[in-house]
């Protein structure tokens, strides 16, 4: 759930350089509360701590319909799971909720929906006072918001007729982000709540109340700002088996930081990389994910079509996956962790 921070690489991350080493241990704490996702490459490669950080906003951006929502899904149980006491809310501006396959989909996810506030609106009007209302609250460990950009599709103008072009109210959305987020961020941070937002970039939106542009189509610039962790989506291929598609590849990249996670600038990780996605299951292949590390480490011994670790000897990848036990995995996941901890950035470049 937490992990202890190391303040001398803290301010080597954030750039506080040594002298101010005494200045950084009074911002920062010495543990951080998150809620992890359950991906090992989100969890233990991406995200500093172990998991997305309680009291911040965080951001996920991209495609639509590559995961993105999935990931809120994992993120939803893991809150439920981390902290049985409080309760866990989805904004659903997709109206995805409304219907029982989609419920059963979410408890198939691990999801206890008695436990789970959903509020299926789009209209800012009803969102923002809700949610300001649900953030001062003590039982709420996560606030998914899925998505923002859907927020956009409709006029703050009630006399707004659809079959004109341009919208007047676009503005006026903007505006009422940029004047509540403020003090919803005050009471998340007070109550130390996840809040995870979910924004696509097939919109093309008013990003301040004032001209075009911005940093990212669909992501109001007050977001972008607020957002501790940015992190960006893409399908990148498809996975096949006997020539049929039977999954696809996720990319996921870290566009910011602020020392909660990873952009590859100075740490030792990437700050990017890849999730399998299986049909039916569209859970992320963990297992994969612990043996590609561990067999780039050296921990898990790779020669030709022949893996071997300890006393397992087996040929093929898959095969010597599928024999693991569960607890066999978890002693190969917790030698990779260590390594990678200690591992000097150029060694593990060369390797």
């Known amino acids: 759930m937490s992990k202890k921070e190391n303040i001398e690489q803290t301010c080597k991350r954030l750039s506080l350089g040594r002298t101010k080493l005494g200045l950084a ?9 998150v809620i992890p996702t359950g991906c090992v490459l989100i969890d233990c490669d991406l995200l500093q701590h172990g998991g997305w950080p309680c009291g911040q906003m965080s951001l996920i951006w991209g495609q639509t319909d590559v995961g993105k929502s999935l990931v809120t899904l994992w993120t939803i149980a893991k809150a439920q799971e981390t902290y049985p006491d409080k309760k866990a809310v989805l904004i659903d501006t997709e109206g995805r909720t409304n219907d029982l396959t989609a419920k059963k989909w979410m408890e198939h996810h691990g999801i206890n929906l008695e436990n789970l506030i959903i509020l299926p609106s789009r209209h800012l ?5 809700v949610m300001a209302t649900l953030a001062r609250r003590d039982d709420i460990s996560i606030i998914v918001w899925d998505t923002i950009s859907d927020s956009f599709s409709r006029s703050m103008d009630s006399n707004f007729e659809a079959e004109t072009d341009k919208s007047p109210g676009t503005a006026a959305v903007a505006r009422k982000i940029s004047e509540a987020m403020p003090y919803i961020m005050e009471e998340i941070c007070a109550n130390n709540i996840c809040f995870l937002i979910v924004a696509q970039n097939r919109a093309k939106i008013n990003m301040s109340g004032y001209g075009s542009g911005g940093f990212r189509p669909g992501v109001p610039q007050q977001i972008m700002h607020e957002a501790a962790v940015r992190m960006y989506f893409r399908k990148t291929e498809d996975v096949k088996e006997s ?6 590849k996720l990319y996921v990249g870290v566009e910011k930081g602020k020392g909660y996670a990873t952009t590859g ?7 990017e990389g890849n999730i399998v ?3 039916g299951e569209c859970k992320p292949d963990n297992r994969g994910a612990i043996l590609d590390d561990a067999i780039r480490l050296g921990i898990v011994m790779a020669a030709g079509s022949w893996y071997s670790w300890g006393d397992i000897k087996l040929q093929g990848r898959a095969n010597f996956r599928d024999a693991l036990t569960d607890e066999q995995f978890e002693q190969i996941k917790e030698e990779t962790l260590k390594l990678k901890e200690v591992m000097p950035i150029e060694v593990e470049e060369e390797i």
């Not at 241990?25 to 509360?33: A, G, L, P, Q």
């Not at 009007?125 to 006072?129: G, M, S, T, Y």
């Not at 600038?265 to 700050?271: A, E, I, L, N």
């Open 277 to 279: 996605l299986m049909f």
């Open 25 to 33: 241990s009074d911002i920062i704490n010495d543990e951080v509360n």
């Open 243 to 248: 020539g049929k598609k039977v999954g696809w």
């Open 265 to 271: 600038k100075t740490t030792v990780d990437s700050g």
């Open 125 to 129: 009007e009803k969102i923002l006072p």
